[in-house]
Structures are given as C-alpha cells and as structure tokens.
C-alpha cells in the first residue's frame, strides 16, 4: 500500500544550494506530476510527465528541472535555490487516459535560508 | 483555459452543524471534478470526484457534493460536522483525455468550535 513516495519530507538548503526530490510510484501509472503549495494559492502544477519518455512546463517551471527516470520515477531539481522557492512540494501520479483521479505522496517541505 | 473559484478562504462552524463549502469551476466541456481534504502537514486525501451520471455525488467521511452545470458549481456538504473534520479542502477541475490536467482552488480552511 505504498502508494506515492516522496523522498525526503523535510529540507533546509542555504541560497544557491542544489537537490534534488525523489518521487516513486507503484501503481503502474504512466502520468506523474510536480506541485508546489504555498498558503493561499493552493497547488500549482510545476512540471507533469504524461508517459515515461516525455516531460512538459506546467504552470510555474521557472527554476525547476525534472526526470522521467523511468515508468515509476520522477525526480525534480532545484539547480539554485532561491528563497522564494520555500515550499510545500507534491508528487502525484495518475493512469492516463483512465476516469481516476490523482494520488498524491505526502509532500517535502522545503525551506531555503 | 480551465479555473476554479473556492471564494471562502475561511469558515468556522458550530460541532453538529450542517456544512456547505463552495466551489465554482470555468470549463468549456464536461468537466471532471473533484474534492480532496488535507491535514495540517499530510498529504492531499480525495473525498470524492465526479465524472458523469449522478450529479449528487456521495464520498467519504460522510460527505456529499452536488454538480450543478447550470450554476457551474460543485459545492461540498455535510449534514453533521465533527471536530476531526476540521482541515482545509481544495476542490479540483480536470479535463478530460490526454494525461488530465487538474487545476485546484485556493482551498478552504475549516475550523470546527465545541
């Protein structure tokens, strides 16, 4: 019953620093998405993975890079933090195509000094 | 483009009382649609979606959402809330095929008094 995965829950990173958030599903889906919560705007769709293979924008991509690493996988990196990326981060992912709706990890909190 | 309004930001409500969260959405076609709850800290939980048919939708935690086309609107209810219900909701429009862009709302705290 894992479900969504997100690796790690918490994180402090100092101004300019880069990591990478981890994202494992094992429902078999083939779409795969990055959200970022903030209080007030609810989720904002980063970047989404329609099938392994491919990767679009979504909403809000600036400062953000992302890996389909493979059918389960799906990595996003902050290459240089910024303090306005301090955030509530969400991985979800979804069978394409299909009437169901998204499953969701249970986020990374990251703070940026 | 597709949208969604949750136009309260925050509601209290009396323990036993009757519910109503609102939820507005802006989309061409028939959309999907969706509630999900959050926990301080937790992730997101869904409470319930709506595809087609039925539009008195019925979920869990003793929730139920009505779609209404002509009024573009999805809102949540409960008969009878319990503290525990106390969390922020977010509703979410999806659009049909292709990998399912959703968009949620700014969502809706809910504080719940004795």
């Known amino acids: 019953n894992a479900g969504v995965t997100q690796t790690p829950k918490f994180q402090v990173l100092k101004t300019g620093q880069s990591m990478t958030l981890q994202c494992a599903q094992d429902?078999?889906?083939?779409?795969m998405y990055w959200y970022r919560q903030d209080p007030g705007m609810g989720l904002r769709l980063i970047y989404y993975s329609a099938s392994e293979g491919t990767t679009d924008k979504g909403e809000v991509p600036n400062g953000y890079n992302v890996s389909r690493l493979n059918k389960r996988e799906f990595s996003l990196r902050l290459e240089s933090a910024a303090p306005s990326q301090t955030s509530v981060y969400f991985c979800?992912?979804?069978?394409?195509?299909?009437?169901?709706?998204?499953?969701f990890g249970d986020g990374t909190r990251l703070s940026i000094l | 483009a597709q949208s969604v309004t949750q136009p309260d930001i925050h509601i209290t409500v009396s323990e036993g009382a009757s519910l109503e969260l609102r939820c507005n959405y802006s989309y061409g076609a028939t959309p999907y649609l969706f509630w999900y709850v959050q926990s301080p800290g937790q992730g997101l939980q869904l409470l319930l979606k709506y595809f087609s048919g039925d539009t008195l939708v019925q979920g869990i935690k003793g929730f139920e959402a009505e779609f209404k086309r002509s009024q573009s609107s999805f809102n949540l209810r409960k008969p009878s809330v319990h503290w525990s219900d106390a969390a922020e909701y977010f509703c979410?429009?999806?659009?049909?095929?292709?990998?399912?862009?959703?968009?949620f709302g700014t969502g809706t705290k809910l504080q719940v008094i004795p």
């Open positions: 429902m078999n889906h083939n779409s």
């Open positions: 979800a992912s979804m069978e394409r195509y299909s009437n169901q709706p998204q499953h």
């Open positions: 979410a429009v999806g659009a049909s095929g292709g990998y399912q862009k959703v968009t």
